[in-house]
Each structure stands twice: as structure tokens, then as C-alpha cells.
């Protein structure tokens, strides 16, 4: 590991400063942060601690929105009665994520800003990985790819994102609070990861010092009647090969309203707009999932490891849609 400097500060303006710094960072609950040191992935300079800085609440509010604290544990969340009735998706996304102990240790701040689990990213021995080392090319476009991403990807990157739970997220319009140096503001969990493109170092759109102090939902009717399903290599502590994250609101057996996203296969949580609109309006049934289904794929660039990925996509998203459609 090299060597860095272990910052604590006493409130979260101080926070903001030392993360600021030229080669800082924050640590949270760790369970990313310290493989990523431990294997010399990241070497920053200064470390800045955010425990017992940022609120932990987690609050379903009068009018069925949620709010989340930045320090928020995953366990906490997940084993909420209030989160699992009014956003099912969210509870179920975290339970199918890591492990019991990862759970216990790690916030939903540090969560939603976990790195890539391509296998070129996290080997240290490996030179050609542009997000490590800008420019040195992409040992995964021709390499070990099944797992890497179909969707918003570029001819520099093509790195999941791994995080299970933002993809419920960005499916029900989460929003995540940030505050920086010069103040706070408010971004849509989907805007706040960047594609790519020829800067893959650069995946979000954070300014220096700017950190996650809340994550909140607005309320829908389609969050109270979803699911996430996960299609993984084994069953447990492993990452998705795809995920659906989805929401349908359902009235006389027609589709009112419906929240659509998928994991394991974007350079970013994926949300599919054109998803949505093929549901709405049209009957609740495995006719209308087939033919929703089929824009999952819109834009889905594929390489040689990676080619089961489109059709897993729309079985995924129909089984995941027959879910929901069979509670409502
Ligand atoms: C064995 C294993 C299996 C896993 N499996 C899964 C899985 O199946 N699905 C899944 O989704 N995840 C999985 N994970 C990842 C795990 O969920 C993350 O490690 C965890 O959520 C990170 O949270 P943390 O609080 O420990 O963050 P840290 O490790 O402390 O930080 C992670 C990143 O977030 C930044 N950060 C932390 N908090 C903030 C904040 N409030 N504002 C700004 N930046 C911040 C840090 O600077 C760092 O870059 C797995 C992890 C392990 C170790
Ligand atoms: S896909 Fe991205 S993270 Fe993986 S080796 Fe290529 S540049 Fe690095």
C-alpha cells in the first residue's frame, strides 16, 4: 500500500476542504476503498474519513417518498419494513448485493460510487486500462469480457458499473443530494454517472470535494409493485451478468405507469425509456413484456465474451416483468 494521510474532520465543510485537495479521497464504510488501496489501484495522497460526519437516516415520509441519509448502512436499509412495502426494488437490490458483512460495513454513498469490477481495472499488473492510466489503451475490448458492458459504452471503455442497488434507483427517479466547497446540489442518480467516451477516468460528474449527503425518492405508484432480478454466475456474492430493476402501475389490467432500468450491462445504472412507453397503455401480459422487451437492446454494441448479453437481456427483463404483472 503507499503511503497516505489519514484526515479526520470534525464536521462536513472541513470534509469538503481536504477532499478537495489535489490526490484526496473519501472513505466510508471501506469494503471498496481498501481492496482498491491494498492492491495499489489508488494511491491517493491524503484519505479523508467521513464516518460519524454524514446522517444515517432512513425515512419513508407521509407521502411515500424516501429519504436516505448518505451514511445510510445497506443492511439498515434492506431491513427496513418501511423501504421493502413502499420501495420493494430497493430492498430486494441490496439483498441480492455482496454479502451479510459487506452489508453491515458499507453506506449507500459509498455504494452508488464503487469502481468498475473489470478485471483489467483491479489488476495492477495490467499497464493497458485507460481509466487506470489514461491513453494506455483497453486490455478488455479484445480480452476477458463477458461480463463488461453492451450498452453506452466507447471504442476507450467498456466497464460495468457494478452497483446493484443504483439500478433500482435510477428505475423509480431516485435523486442523490451533494455538497461541495461551493455549496449543495441536487442531481438525478442517472446524471450523475458519465459515459465513457475518451475520458473513462472521468465517471462522474462530481466536482473535486463534492460528496453524497442523501439520496431520495420521490413517490410512484409503480415502486410499491416491483422487483429486482438478478441473473448471476453463482448465486451468491457475485456481481450480475444482468439485472432488471422494474416498477409497474396496473389498474384494470392495463399498464398506467412503469420505472425500467438494468444492471451488468451499461457503462452506467441504465434506465429504458423506450421500455416504459412500449408498457404503457397496453395490457398487462407476456404478449406486451415480448414486445417491450425488444428496445432493452436499442444501441447494444457487443463483443466477442459479451455476445449472450442482448438476448439475456430481454429474458431477464420478462421474467422480472411477469413478476410484477402477476402481483398486481
Ligand atoms: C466481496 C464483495 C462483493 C460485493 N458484491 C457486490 C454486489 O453484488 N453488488 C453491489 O452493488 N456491490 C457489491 N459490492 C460492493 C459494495 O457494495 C461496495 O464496496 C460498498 O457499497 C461501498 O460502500 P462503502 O461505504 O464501503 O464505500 P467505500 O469503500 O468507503 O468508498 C467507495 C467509494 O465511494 C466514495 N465515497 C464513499 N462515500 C461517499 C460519499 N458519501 N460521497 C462521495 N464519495 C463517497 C469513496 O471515495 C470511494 O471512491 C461488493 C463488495 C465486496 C467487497
Ligand atoms: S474496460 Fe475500462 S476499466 Fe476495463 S480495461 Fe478497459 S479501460 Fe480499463
Redesign the pocket.
Known sequence: MYPFTLERPRDVSEATRLGSADSAAYIAGGTDMMQLLTDEILHPDHLVALDGLLDARIEVTPDQALRLGGAARMSDIADDPDVAAVFPVIAEALLLSASGQVRNMATIGGNLLQR?R?P??RDPG?H?????RPGAG????DGANRT?AVLGTSP????TNASDVAVALVAVGAQVHVRGPGGDRVIALEDLYRL?GDT?QIETVLEPGELITAVVVPPSPAARNSTYLKVRDRTSFEFALTSAAVGLDIADGVIRSAGVAMGGVGTKPWRMPLVEEALIGRPAGEETYRDAARYATEGAVTREGNRLKPELMKRTLVRALSVVGGRA
Not at 493497458?128 to 487506470?132: E, G, I, L, Q, T
Open positions: 468498475t473489470c483489467y481495472f495490467v493497458a486500462c485507460n481509466k487506470r483497453c486490455a478488455a475490448m463488461l476507450h471503455c467498456i466497464a465513457p473513462p
